[in-house]
């Protein structure tokens, strides 16, 4: 499992925001600051931590790991390709991570998910309240696997996927990059890459126009 760092900053000061820093306080984790580009949130505090801006102030400061608490799956991963920093995983107590399950970096772990054997979690994936990554799973980066959402053993998930609240993915299926899979839905066949599916089972809604890069 991932070491976690003693001290870290946090990018985005909006309700992810929030979640990831009661993440990092109930590790331990020291937040040293947020940073986020709206001035109204300048020189106040999120949950405790001063928040300063806009983001490039970051490189202003002594360098830290840094976790980005940007919910939006795309927005995440350009500024992943903008910002050239050390980036900082966080794994809330209360998820269960199993100790052959590998975790990326800056990737955010929230309480009573559960990843298990031989699961993998991509750089800059959510793994959300009561989610569930079951053995031998593959999380791309910067996929958002959301509350209670369950992908069941075998299931392939590329980059800048959303998986809706509640969905569960059946074994094995496959799911392409930037595709949306919608709450409650369930998946019983592969979905192609940009494409929406809601309902049960999950039927093709239409392309997801924002695509991950």
């Known amino acids: 499992m991932t070491d976690q760092p003693k001290e870290i900053f946090v990018i985005g000061a909006g309700g992810h925001g929030k979640v990831a820093v009661r993440a990092a306080q109930a590790c331990g984790i020291r937040v040293a600051a947020v940073f986020d580009d709206d001035p109204s949130m300048w020189n106040s505090a999120l949950i405790g931590a001063p928040i300063f801006g806009?983001?490039?102030?970051?490189?202003?400061?002594?360098?830290?790991?840094?976790?980005?608490?940007i919910g939006d799956n795309v927005l995440r991963l350009e500024l992943v390709d903008k910002m050239n920093l050390p980036w900082a995983?966080?794994?809330?107590?209360?998820?269960?991570?199993?100790?052959?399950?590998?975790?990326?970096?800056?990737v955010l772990i929230l309480p009573n998910s559960v990843v298990h054997t031989d699961a993998v979690v991509g750089d800059h994936a959510i793994v959300n309240c009561n989610?569930?990554?079951?053995?031998?799973?593959?999380?791309?980066?910067?996929?958002h696997v959301s509350c209670g959402a369950c992908l069941t053993g075998g299931v392939q998930v590329g980059r800048g996927v959303l998986i809706g609240a509640g969905a569960i993915v059946l074994p094995g299926v496959q799911i392409g990059d930037s595709a949306r899979v919608g709450a409650g839905a369930v998946v019983t066949r592969d979905v192609p890459s940009g494409m929406t599916v809601v309902g049960v089972p999950a039927r093709k809604l239409a392309p997801n126009k924002r695509h991950a890069a």
């Open 54 to 69: 806009p983001l490039d102030a970051i490189y202003r400061q002594s360098p830290l790991p840094t976790l980005l608490a």
């Open 131 to 143: 989610a569930t990554i079951e053995h031998d799973c593959r999380i791309g980066p910067g996929t």
């Open 89 to 106: 995983s966080v794994i809330h107590p209360a998820a269960y991570v199993d100790d052959y399950a590998k975790i990326g970096s800056g």
